[in-house]
């Protein structure tokens, strides 16, 4: 008899399943371990808007470094 | 600024460290060992650095870390209606569309997740 624990795990991972093809759709470039990342971060109250312009901040440095490598 | 300000949460420090490194991953290139000294401390002030501005950015937002005011409420309610137009708009054929329809169905099934409409309205925002 799986502990409710397990479905709970269960259940999380199966809504990262969902987000994760939603997110390829929509072809956002977040691997499922950023996107796991991020639904933390809003489900403890960081306003999205504000983590979109993080990302895309964090994002333009990287494609910075790489040109300069 | 003392290494953790006393008002930010440790999981959102913690989530947003780790996405920082993966997405902006240090510098791997090999350096002698007097080299590896000073990469690794310009790496973790690098770090840091960024780990404060993303910080800076969260806490200054007039919504900030306490969640959804209502100036952005309105937007993020509408968030599957966005997504959906945008798919529409940006594809020939309507699969997309339909393909986000039964997996938005799905998600509004599951229990786990307290703010599924600002998620799906932080991939809008990251949507090509």
């Not at chain 1, 499922?32 to 109250?45: A, H, P, W």
């Not at chain 1, 983590?51 to 470094?65: G, M, P, Q, S, W």
């Not at chain 2, 945008?86 to 229990?111: G, H, W």
């Amino acid at each position: 008899m799986p502990s409710q624990q397990d479905d709970k795990r269960q259940a999380a991972r199966e809504v990262i399943d969902i987000l994760h093809e939603i997110s390829i759709l929509l072809n956002t470039h977040l691997d499922r371990t950023e996107l796991s990342l991020c639904v933390s971060l809003i489900e403890n109250g960081v306003n999205p808007d504000v983590l979109a312009d993080v990302i895309k901040e964090l994002r333009k440095e990287a494609t910075l470094a790489q040109r300069d490598e | 600024m003392s290494a953790r300000a006393p008002t930010r949460s440790r999981r959102i420090d913690d989530a947003l460290s780790q996405l920082i490194d993966s997405i902006l991953p240090p510098l791997t290139r090999s350096y002698s060992d007097d080299e590896d000294d000073a990469v690794a401390t310009a790496e973790e002030r690098r770090h840091r650095d960024r780990l404060d501005r993303a910080w800076h950015a969260i806490e200054t937002h007039p919504d900030g870390a306490n969640g959804l005011a209502a100036t952005i409420a309105g937007n993020i309610n509408n968030a599957s209606d966005l997504i959906k137009r945008k798919l529409i708009r940006e594809n020939a054929s309507p699969d997309k569309a339909v393909k986000f329809s039964n997996l938005y169905s799905r998600l509004l099934t599951q229990p786990v997740l307290g703010q599924k409409w600002a998620i799906l309205y932080l991939l809008y925002r990251l949507s090509e």
